[in-house]
């Protein structure tokens, strides 16, 4: 019978070849390690519509339910400084877009009908061959889509450029002459449409999943009118509003509202429902595998509605948190919104950052930075700021502008005058004539209560002047 032993020649080439095989697959893991250390990140850009700096219950909001943002601030950064820079949509989506202050775009007010445009001093739309964060995306290789709200043209302008114009390979919007949603199929439409949105989103990562991509995801919701959901109103049935559970001048706001409850609950309910969708795409990155290499930017457009306003009576109540001011105001509360950041292994997780000045016009370089894409000579008004997301807060290193040229809803001392410059822990407001100025210590005074002006006339007057050198470098 045929013996089996090996000799020791033998079975020392059979552990070689073994070991072989098992050092050949070790490298191709290591190899594919390093391949997804080395890709570039995806972006997901979810910007809201009209949500209060206070209204995410892990910004401290008593009464609303955000599982789904409160997980994503546990597993990234909270922002607590960060500035739009206007205090209505579309100058303000411009900025993101842009890098640029949008007065430079002639961009003021919202996009509205022709009319409304032409009495503003506006274009009909943000001219197409502006550069944007997608258009260097796009040139830097990445697959990128726009769902949701667009906004960067006026109404019932049918010739307005598509998303696609703007370096957007693929989208379906709002407030747009691109394709769209019929709304009134769903007499719910509102309170469906993050889902809807969250539904494209998924599709298009699901589809480009194996190479970067960048997907703006602009939501409807809060803005009015609201209508969420009997589902979505069962979880806030109960709800009775202390005033005394918030603070600075939202407190007396609120005691002032006309059917605090009511509003309050149609208000919650909305929010929740946004946060339920967007937790749903949170969820589908996890089992996609994308999570750990998808940075994602959670803001708002701008402060949250004033119930002043003709039909906001319920949207009306979201909180700009102890900041003084609501949309259209460049108080505080107008311009200052919530905002997190999480990319995991890179962004640091449950951090509160509360030092660093952080501005919508520093989107586009920054994000430009950490997708390793050029950023041409467009003179960007923002600074990278990739350092400060990356966990290293540091001063800013560029000032803030603001102009103001449309009214304030409700309450007077909601009305500043229509220029605003903050540098370091200044922020001063002033006239076009250099009169009526506001000198403010934000990081000791965030509620804008008391005018320094007379006691710092030197630092009032310095920031006086780049403000008026800003507003008069401006196109007419």
Same mark, same amino acid.
């Given at each position: 019978?045929?013996?089996?032993?090996?000799?020791?020649?033998?079975?020392?080439?059979?552990?070689?070849?073994? !070991?072989?095989?098992?050092?050949?697959?070790? *490298?191709? %893991?290591?190899? @594919?390690?390093?391949?997804?250390?080395? $890709?570039?990140? &995806?972006?997901?850009?979810?910007?809201?519509?009209?949500?209060?700096?206070?209204?995410?219950?892990?910004?401290?909001?008593?009464?609303?339910?955000?599982?789904?943002?409160?997980?994503?601030?546990?597993?990234?950064?909270?922002?607590?400084?960060?500035?739009?820079?206007?205090?209505?949509?579309?100058?303000?989506?411009?900025?993101?877009?842009?890098?640029?202050?949008?007065?430079?775009?002639?961009?003021?007010?919202?996009?509205?009908?022709?009319?409304?445009?032409?009495?503003?001093?506006?274009?009909?739309?943000?001219?197409?061959?502006?550069?944007?964060?997608?258009?260097?995306?796009?040139?830097?290789?990445?697959?990128?889509?726009?769902?949701?709200?667009?906004? !960067?043209?006026?109404?019932?302008?049918?010739? *307005?450029? %598509?998303?696609? @114009?703007?370096?957007?390979?693929?989208? $379906?919007?709002? &407030?747009?002459?691109?394709?769209?949603?019929?709304?009134?199929?769903?007499?719910?439409?509102?309170?469906?449409?993050?889902?809807?949105?969250?539904?494209?989103?998924?599709?298009?990562?699901?589809?480009?999943?194996?190479?970067?991509?960048?997907?703006?995801?602009?939501?409807?919701?809060?803005?009015?009118?609201?209508?969420?959901?009997?589902?979505?109103?069962?979880?806030?049935?109960?709800?009775?509003?202390?005033?005394?559970?918030?603070?600075?001048?939202?407190?007396?706001?609120?005691?002032?509202?006309?059917?605090?409850?009511?509003?309050?609950?149609?208000?919650?309910?909305?929010?929740?429902?946004?946060?339920?969708?967007?937790?749903?795409?949170?969820?589908? !990155?996890?089992?996609?595998?994308?999570?750990?290499?998808?940075?994602?930017?959670?803001?708002?457009?701008?402060?949250?509605?004033?119930?002043?306003?003709?039909?906001?009576?319920?949207?009306?109540?979201?909180?700009?948190?102890?900041?003084?001011?609501?949309?259209?105001?460049?108080?505080?509360?107008?311009v200052r919104t919530s905002c997190i950041v999480r990319w995991p292994g890179h962004v640091p997780a449950g951090r509160r950052d509360e030092e660093s000045v952080i501005t919508a016009v520093d989107f586009l370089p920054t994000v430009c930075r950490l997708a390793g894409a050029d950023v041409p000579a467009i003179q960007p008004d923002g600074e990278d700021v990739s350092d400060i997301l990356l966990g290293k807060p540091r001063p800013r290193r560029k000032p803030i502008f603001w102009e103001w040229r449309g009214g304030v809803a409700g309450d007077p001392a909601y009305r500043p005058p229509p220029l605003a410059i903050r540098e370091g822990k200044w922020k001063l407001l002033v006239g076009p004539d250099g009169s009526s100025r506001e000198l403010y210590d934000i990081p000791n005074d965030p509620a804008e209560k008391t005018n320094l002006a007379s006691k710092h006339p030197d630092v009032a007057r310095r920031l006086?002047?780049?403000?008026?050198?800003?507003?008069?470098?401006?196109?007419?």
């Amino acid at each position: 019978m045929r013996s089996t032993r090996l000799t020791r020649r033998e079975a020392l080439r059979r552990i070689g070849l073994g !070991l072989g095989a098992l050092t050949a697959s070790g *490298a191709r %893991t290591a190899r @594919a390690a390093q391949t997804r250390k080395k $890709r570039r990140p &995806n972006f997901v850009f979810i910007l809201t519509d009209d949500l209060g700096w206070g209204d995410p219950k892990c910004f401290g909001h008593p009464y609303i339910k955000t599982p789904a943002l409160d997980r994503l601030a546990g597993q990234g950064t909270l922002l607590t400084q960060f500035y739009v820079n206007n205090p209505v949509c579309s100058p303000s989506r411009t900025a993101f877009m842009t890098g640029h202050f949008p007065a430079r775009h002639g961009v003021h007010q919202h996009f509205a009908r022709r009319e409304q445009n032409k009495q503003r001093g506006m274009p009909n739309w943000l001219a197409p061959d502006v550069t944007t964060v997608t258009d260097l995306l796009k040139r830097a290789g990445y697959a990128t889509a726009h769902f949701g709200k667009w906004h !960067l043209c006026g109404g019932g302008i049918p010739e *307005a450029p %598509t998303p696609s @114009a703007y370096g957007i390979d693929e989208h $379906r919007t709002m &407030n747009s002459s691109g394709p769209g949603w019929d709304v009134r199929k769903d007499p719910y439409f509102r309170a469906h449409s993050t889902g809807l949105f969250v539904d494209e989103t998924i599709r298009f990562v699901q589809k480009h999943r194996d190479r970067p991509f960048f997907v703006n995801l602009w939501t409807l919701v809060p803005h009015a009118t609201l209508k969420p959901t009997p589902e979505e109103l069962k979880a806030y049935e109960s709800l009775t509003v202390d005033t005394g559970a918030f603070k600075g001048s939202m407190r007396r706001y609120l005691s002032q509202a006309p059917k605090l409850d009511s509003q309050m609950k149609v208000y919650a309910a909305a929010v929740t429902g946004m946060d339920q969708a967007l937790g749903r795409l949170f969820a589908k !990155l996890d089992e996609l595998g994308l999570a750990d290499n998808t940075l994602i930017f959670f803001t708002s457009d701008n402060g949250p509605e004033d119930y002043h306003v003709r039909n906001a009576r319920n949207a009306g109540v979201g909180s700009p948190g102890p900041f003084r001011g609501r949309k259209r105001s460049i108080y505080e509360g107008g311009v200052r919104t919530s905002c997190i950041v999480r990319w995991p292994g890179h962004v640091p997780a449950g951090r509160r950052d509360e030092e660093s000045v952080i501005t919508a016009v520093d989107f586009l370089p920054t994000v430009c930075r950490l997708a390793g894409a050029d950023v041409p000579a467009i003179q960007p008004d923002g600074e990278d700021v990739s350092d400060i997301l990356l966990g290293k807060p540091r001063p800013r290193r560029k000032p803030i502008f603001w102009e103001w040229r449309g009214g304030v809803a409700g309450d007077p001392a909601y009305r500043p005058p229509p220029l605003a410059i903050r540098e370091g822990k200044w922020k001063l407001l002033v006239g076009p004539d250099g009169s009526s100025r506001e000198l403010y210590d934000i990081p000791n005074d965030p509620a804008e209560k008391t005018n320094l002006a007379s006691k710092h006339p030197d630092v009032a007057r310095r920031l006086a002047e780049k403000v008026l050198a800003w507003k008069k470098a401006l196109p007419k």
